[in-house]
């Protein structure tokens, strides 16, 4: 079954609490939060996607996917922990080397979280290989990290095929999630691809009628 999880990047703040009510009542699988730190991508959301976070927390009891896009990754994993999100990811690329990788992995999961780890479209999906079996979700970027509404950067549907074919070959039930761009035209794809889990923003919070687009994407 696939799931969509709806990215709140572009809700406005003085529609939150009902767009908030809606995207539940329309049964997104998860409110998708991408928390930006001006640093690892230009623009900052923290602030406002914590807010957020807490307006959801007292509103639904919709599960919550954190989408770290930030280079201090510890401190975003304690502010997110309390909230206890049934995600958090963190970019390999904001890692220095596979220990501390391996030091995000124990702590969100000590926390009873479960772990994705998200790639940009340049990097190779061989390197996170051996991070695989220790994670719950690998989130392939098909658009550069940073900003919502931007167009679904096709060659990233190669690397969710080849990704897949990795993780059935070595037996690995790691779910795969894609980021970016997806809408009615190209969430076809994404699924046809191997996806899991579909992250859509623009096209469900700009559509007039939520339950019938995050039918639409999830195609039944
Ligand atoms: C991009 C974010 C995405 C994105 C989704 O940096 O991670 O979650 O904003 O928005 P759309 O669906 O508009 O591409
Ligand atoms: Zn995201």
């Known amino acids: 079954m696939i799931e969509v999880s709806t990215s709140i990047l572009s809700v406005k703040e003085e529609d939150s609490t009902k767009t908030f009510y ?5 049964k997104t699988d998860y409110f998708h939060i991408d928390v930006m730190d001006g640093k690892f991508v230009e623009n900052n959301t923290s602030n406002m996607m914590y807010k ?8 639904s009891n919709t599960p919550l996917d954190i989408h770290l896009m930030v280079n201090d990754i510890n401190k975003y994993i304690e502010e997110y922990i309390p909230v206890y999100p049934s995600y958090i990811t963190f970019h390999l690329e904001a890692c220095k080397n596979k220990e501390e990788v391996f030091k995000y992995i124990e702590k969100i999961k000590q926390n009873g979280i479960k772990v994705g780890i998200a790639i940009k479209p340049e990097t190779k999906i061989e390197d996170m290989y051996k991070f695989l079996p220790y994670i719950h979700l690998v989130l392939i970027m098909t658009v550069e990290p940073g900003k919502g509404g ?3 950067i096709p060659y990233t549907l190669e690397k969710i095929n080849d990704i897949k074919k990795y993780l059935m070959d070595n037996n690995l039930d790691t779910y795969i999630e894609a980021d970016g761009g997806i809408n009615l035209e190209t969430s076809k794809d994404v699924i046809n691809a191997g996806a899991d889990i579909l992250v859509a923003g623009s096209a469900i919070i700009n559509s007039n009628n939520y339950e019938e687009i995050i039918k639409k994407i999830r195609r039944i």
């Open 22 to 26: 809606n995207l539940e009542t329309a």
């Open 52 to 59: 957020y976070t807490e307006k959801i927390k007292q509103i």
């Open 150 to 152: 931007q167009k679904l």
